[in-house]
């Protein structure tokens, strides 16, 4: 029986906001924990710069050292001024990204045990993602039809015992302190998603690690939200990641918390549900 560990990190904000004895402590913890795989759920930058993406490109191979590492963009990550409102060269926007972290921004990966796809959810200024609320115009994360029916071929060939995993930079669920969904049309979404069977769901962008479970008729999919690793945590609380097991019969989630005095990630809540 195969069971698939997973590290789930997210908003690491390279860049001004991203603090080193973090991002140390997580490559520690990555080296020793041997994960299968590393996924990290977006904004890997604070301004998009090409020095922001080295530091997360040398984070990203640090890890490949001991683990398969996917990683998709988030909207930091998205230089949306070069195409507003697709006008322009609408691949301008994930160039920076591309360059330094992957050509592929959805990628798929494979492992005994699971199937991880990767969503992208930034598109940056688009007709779908405007508002009112001006400085959200760039902020609003959207999943395309198209991109549901890619996830669909994704898991067509899917042995029935692997788990399916999506990982998308937006949050589908309402963040407790936000008190908002990072992703446009939550309920199609999620809705979607049941009806892909999907097991698990990593994501972050809302700066406030959270773990939902939601059931629905075939069977339930787990939200894991990972908080940030940057000095930018929701309502002061300490920084976070969630150290994962996938095994054939149930999904466990452990939340890592940041401690200032061990200086160091020290375990915090665990859930555990069944798939
Ligand atoms: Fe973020
Ligand atoms: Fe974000």
Aim: net charge positive; proline share 4%.
């Amino acid at each position: 029986m195969t069971t698939v560990t997973v590290f789930h990190c997210s908003d690491l904000h390279f860049g001004h906001p991203a603090v080193p004895a973090q991002y140390e402590a997580m490559e520690t913890l990555i080296a020793e924990r041997r994960y299968d795989v590393v996924a990290i759920s977006g904004d890997l930058t604070q301004r998009a710069r090409s020095g922001e993406f080295q530091r997360a490109r040398a984070f990203i191979r640090h890890a490949e050292r001991t683990s398969k590492v996917l990683c998709i963009p988030g909207n930091h990550d998205v230089q949306w001024w070069k195409a507003p409102l697709g006008l322009g060269d609408d691949g301008a926007i994930l160039a920076s990204y591309r360059r330094w972290v992957n050509a592929d921004i959805e990628p798929v990966l494979r492992v005994p045990g699971a199937v991880f796809a990767g969503l992208n959810t930034s598109h940056g200024v688009t007709r779908q993602t405007l508002t009112w609320r001006l400085r959200d115009i760039s902020i609003i994360g959207i999943v395309r039809r198209a991109q549901i029916e890619r996830l669909r071929k994704v898991f067509t060939d899917v042995r029935p015992d692997d788990a399916r995993v999506i990982v998308m930079h937006h949050n589908p669920m309402k963040g407790e302190l936000s008190q908002r969904h990072g992703l446009k049309d939550t309920a199609r979404a999620l809705g979607a998603f049941a009806d892909l069977q999907a097991d698990l769901v990593l994501c972050g962008h809302d700066h406030q690690d959270a773990i939902h479970y939601i059931e629905h008729t075939r069977k339930g999919t787990v939200i894991s939200t990972a908080g940030t690793l940057s000095n930018r945590m929701r309502g002061g609380r300490p920084s976070s990641v969630n150290s994962i097991r996938i095994s054939p019969d149930q999904i466990e989630v452990s939340t890592l918390v940041w401690s200032d005095s061990d200086s160091a990630f020290v375990a915090g809540p665990v859930k555990c549900f069944k798939r």
